[in-house]
C-alpha cells in the first residue's frame, strides 16, 4: 500500500510503501477514492497545529471511498470520511487504504461523485454552521461574505440566499450600504476592513485565516460600531456540521448547491498544497490515486 508521509515539518511529503492497516474493533478501513487537500492540513503540515500528530505520519483530514472492513457499514459503501482526529493527533487519509474510527465515517450518496464527497465536508458545513448557528442569519437580512470566490465563500453566498437573504461579495469598493451581518474567509486586513461595514448590533463572524493570522483594529472605534465579532471553530462544532451533513449532501446531489474542485494526483500532494494558497483559486484540490 502507498500513502503520502511527512518526515520533518515544512518539508514535501513523499509517496512511501507502508504496511496495510490491520482493522481493529471500532474502526472501518476505506479504499480511498479522493482525499481532500486544505489549509488545515497546511498549517498541522507547517508544525503550527497545537498538538500535533507524531512524526513521520500521513497527513489529510477528509476523504471519500469504498468500505473494505466495518462493523458498521457494509463492505461495499460508498463512504465519506472526516475529523475524530485523522490527520491531526494520527495518520490521516492520504493513502490508498485508510484506518478510520467508524465515528469519522458518514454514508455518501450515490448521486454526489467521490471527488465531490471528499471535498464537501468542511466548507459546506463551515459555511452552514457559521450563518445559522453562529451568525444565526434571518430573512430579509444583508449579509457580506469576504473571498466569496473561495470555496466555503461560494457555498455561504448560495446558502444565504437560499435562506431569503441578500447576499454580498466583499470588492475593493465594498457594498452601497450597510450589511447586518459579513462572513469573513479570508481574515487579516481584509477582515479589519470589512467590519467597517457592519451595522451596529450586527454580527461577524470569522471563518479563515488565508489574508493572514493578526487582526489590527481601532479599538474605540470598534467599541462604537458595536458589532459582535464571532470565531467559527468547528472542531467545537463538530456536531451541527454533521447533523447538517446529509442536508447538504441531498443538496449537492439535486443541483440546489455546486462546490467546484481540482484533481491532483497522490504523489503531487505538494503541489496541491500549493495550489491552494494561490490567490484566486476556486473551490478545492482533490487527491485522487
Do not use: C
Amino acid at each position: 500500500m502507498r500513502a503520502m508521509r511527512v518526515h520533518a515539518w515544512n518539508e514535501p511529503p513523499r509517496l512511501e510503501d507502508v504496511p496495510e492497516p490491520a482493522r481493529a474493533p471500532g474502526r472501518t478501513l476505506v479504499r480511498m477514492a479522493a482525499a481532500t487537500v486544505g489549509h488545515i492540513d497546511r498549517t498541522v503540515w507547517g508544525g503550527q497545529f497545537m498538538s500535533p500528530p507524531t512524526l513521520p505520519y500521513v497527513p489529510g483530514v477528509e476523504a471519500a471511498g469504498i468500505v473494505l472492513e466495518s462493523d458498521v457499514f457494509q463492505a461495499g459503501e460508498r463512504v465519506w470520511i472526516r475529523g475524530a482526529g485523522l490527520g491531526t493527533r494520527f495518520d490521516g487519509t492520504w493513502r490508498e487504504v485508510i484506518d478510520a474510527p467508524d465515528a469519522a465515517i458518514g454514508r455518501l450518496p450515490d448521486g454526489v461523485a467521490m471527488t465531490l464527497g471528499s471535498a464537501f465536508f468542511s466548507p459546506s458545513t463551515s459555511a452552514w454552521v457559521a450563518l445559522h448557528e453562529v451568525a444565526k442569519v434571518r430573512a430579509g437580512e444583508r449579509v457580506l461574505v469576504s473571498g466569496a470566490s473561495g470555496a466555503v465563500g461560494s457555498l455561504v453566498m448560495q446558502l444565504a440566499r437560499d435562506a431569503a437573504a441578500e447576499a454580498f461579495a466583499l470588492s475593493a469598493q465594498g457594498p452601497s450600504e450597510p450589511v447586518d451581518v459579513l462572513i469573513d474567509t479570508v481574515g487579516g486586513p481584509v477582515l479589519a476592513a470589512a467590519l467597517e461595514h457592519v451595522v451596529p448590533g450586527g454580527r461577524a463572524v470569522l471563518v479563515g485565516y488565508t489574508a493572514g493570522n493578526d487582526l489590527a483594529i481601532d479599538i474605540a472605534r470598534f467599541l462604537q460600531r458595536d458589532a459582535s465579532l464571532l470565531p467559527l471553530n468547528m472542531f467545537r462544532r463538530d456536531a451541527a456540521g454533521r447533523a447538517a451533513a446529509p442536508e447538504l449532501l441531498a443538496r449537492l446531489a439535486d443541483g440546489r448547491l455546486h462546490l467546484q474542485v481540482t484533481e491532483f494526483p497522490l504523489a503531487e500532494a505538494a503541489r496541491a498544497m500549493q495550489w491552494i494558497t494561490q490567490r484566486g483559486h476556486r473551490g478545492r484540490a482533490v487527491l485522487v490515486p
